[in-house]
């Protein structure tokens, strides 16, 4: 199976022009993919880094009947644009093209947002735009999968390090290939481990072949000076929010160790003005909706039937996700 031509060939192209100061408006395209069944309930899905949207393709898969599902590549990204320096990435620019996106592009009004690694970063900030709309555009539910949303108790890999340094970042960037760099993503956080000869990691090497990503990592990485300044705010203000948070942990993570999911539940997501779950999976690794495509989309499943789970007990599980504790407000 050829998943990255079956995912790019039913995508389509969007226009952006960076609201980001010092790119002085540069245009980009980016690649959307909308997949499922047109009319049933909508979902959002955003993307980490260094992937792209592909890494939805299981999962789309596996909630194709129930849901229309909406996905883009982020500048810098998978099939979209890729500009080099002096071009800047942010997330706060990549947050204003999501926004965009729903409400301008694709029009939705009632919609899900399902977040992974550094677009569930991307994800709280679009959600503090959404909810300053008139009417606030936000979605009814947000679910947070495996992301470093809090950094002192994540774990950088020496990749991540060396390409974050400005003075190894280059030098990084021009050793790794596309190859090199999905089969090591392979190699480590995915469970099985995985290897170029699995579609879903082959998939990941032509994205990164596209358009010459891996020449960008060291410019893209930088979100993370973002996320270190910016993330106890975002959470601080995606606990206010009047949306129902349901937070989902692929268990053996070492990058995004279950210690942050359960730093950012009890700080943060269990006691917010909506519904709250939160679950982890046992057999997945970072890469959850690659790992476990049918577990999760039990989860989102539940997580859209609402009040027909509340009243479910605690270790209750969709094919062996773990329900660790959950909230209903009144």
């Given at each position: 199976?050829?998943?990255?031509?079956?995912?790019?060939?039913?995508?389509?192209?969007?226009?952006w022009r960076s609201s980001t100061?010092?790119?002085?408006?540069?245009?980009?395209?980016?690649?959307?993919?909308?997949?499922?069944?047109?009319?049933?309930?909508?979902?959002?899905?955003?993307?980490?880094?260094?992937?792209?949207?592909?890494?939805?393709?299981?999962?789309?898969?596996?909630?194709?009947?129930?849901?229309?599902?909406?996905?883009?590549?982020?500048?810098?990204?998978?099939?979209?644009?890729?500009?080099?320096?002096?071009?800047?990435?942010?997330?706060?620019?990549?947050?204003?093209?999501?926004?965009?996106?729903?409400?301008?592009?694709?029009?939705?009004?009632?919609?899900?947002?399902?977040?992974?690694?550094?677009?569930?970063?991307?994800?709280?900030?679009?959600?503090?735009?959404?909810?300053?709309?008139?009417?606030?555009?936000?979605?009814?539910?947000?679910?947070?999968?495996?992301?470093?949303?809090?950094?002192?108790?994540?774990?950088?890999?020496?990749?991540?390090?060396?390409?974050?340094?400005?003075?190894?970042?280059?030098?990084?960037?021009?050793?790794?290939?596309?190859?090199?760099?999905?089969?090591?993503?392979?190699?480590?956080?995915?469970?099985?481990?995985?290897?170029?000869?699995?579609?879903?990691?082959?998939?990941?090497?032509?994205?990164?072949?596209?358009?010459?990503?891996?020449?960008?990592?060291?410019?893209?990485?930088?979100?993370?000076?973002?996320?270190?300044?910016?993330?106890?705010?975002?959470?601080?203000?995606?606990?206010?929010?009047?949306?129902?948070?349901?937070?989902?942990?692929?268990?053996h993570d070492n990058v995004s160790?279950?210690?942050?999911?359960?730093?950012?539940?009890?700080?943060?997501?269990?006691?917010?003005?909506?519904?709250?779950?939160?679950?982890?999976?046992?057999?997945?690794?970072?890469?959850?909706?690659?790992?476990?495509?049918?577990?999760?989309?039990?989860?989102?499943?539940?997580?859209?039937?609402?009040?027909?789970?509340?009243?479910?007990?605690?270790?209750?599980?969709?094919?062996?996700?773990?329900?660790?504790?959950?909230?209903?407000?009144?």
């Amino acid at each position: 199976m050829d998943i990255f031509a079956e995912w790019q060939n039913g995508g389509t192209q969007l226009r952006w022009r960076s609201s980001t100061a010092a790119n002085d408006g540069h245009e980009v395209a980016v690649f959307s993919r909308r997949a499922g069944t047109p009319g049933k309930p909508a979902l959002v899905c955003v993307h980490g880094f260094p992937t792209s949207s592909v890494d939805y393709f299981a999962l789309a898969r596996e909630l194709g009947s129930d849901f229309d599902i909406y996905t883009l590549d982020f500048p810098g990204y998978g099939l979209s644009d890729k500009p080099p320096e002096p071009y800047v990435y942010s997330m706060y620019d990549d947050a204003r093209l999501l926004v965009h996106a729903i409400t301008e592009v694709w029009g939705l009004t009632e919609y899900r947002m399902l977040t992974h690694d550094r677009g569930s970063s991307v994800g709280m900030i679009a959600l503090g735009m959404l909810a300053a709309q008139d009417p606030p555009a936000l979605p009814a539910d947000v679910i947070v999968t495996n992301a470093n949303i809090y950094l002192p108790l994540s774990n950088l890999t020496a990749f991540q390090t060396a390409l974050l340094d400005d003075a190894t970042g280059r030098a990084t960037a021009t050793a790794t290939t596309p190859d090199l760099l999905a089969a090591g993503l392979g190699a480590s956080t995915f469970i099985p481990r995985r290897t170029l000869g699995d579609p879903e990691i082959a998939a990941l090497a032509k994205c990164f072949a596209h358009n010459d990503g891996v020449r960008v990592l060291p410019d893209t990485i930088q979100y993370l000076h973002e996320r270190a300044e910016g993330e106890t705010g975002w959470l601080e203000a995606l606990s206010k929010l009047p949306v129902n948070a349901t937070l989902v942990w692929g268990l053996h993570d070492n990058v995004s160790p279950l210690r942050v999911a359960n730093h950012v539940w009890q700080g943060y997501l269990r006691d917010m003005p909506g519904r709250s779950r939160y679950w982890v999976i046992p057999g997945a690794d970072h890469y959850l909706q690659c790992d476990a495509p049918q577990q999760l989309a039990q989860i989102v499943r539940l997580t859209a039937a609402g009040e027909d789970i509340a009243l479910q007990t605690l270790g209750d599980s969709p094919d062996g996700a773990v329900l660790v504790d959950q909230l209903n407000s009144a």
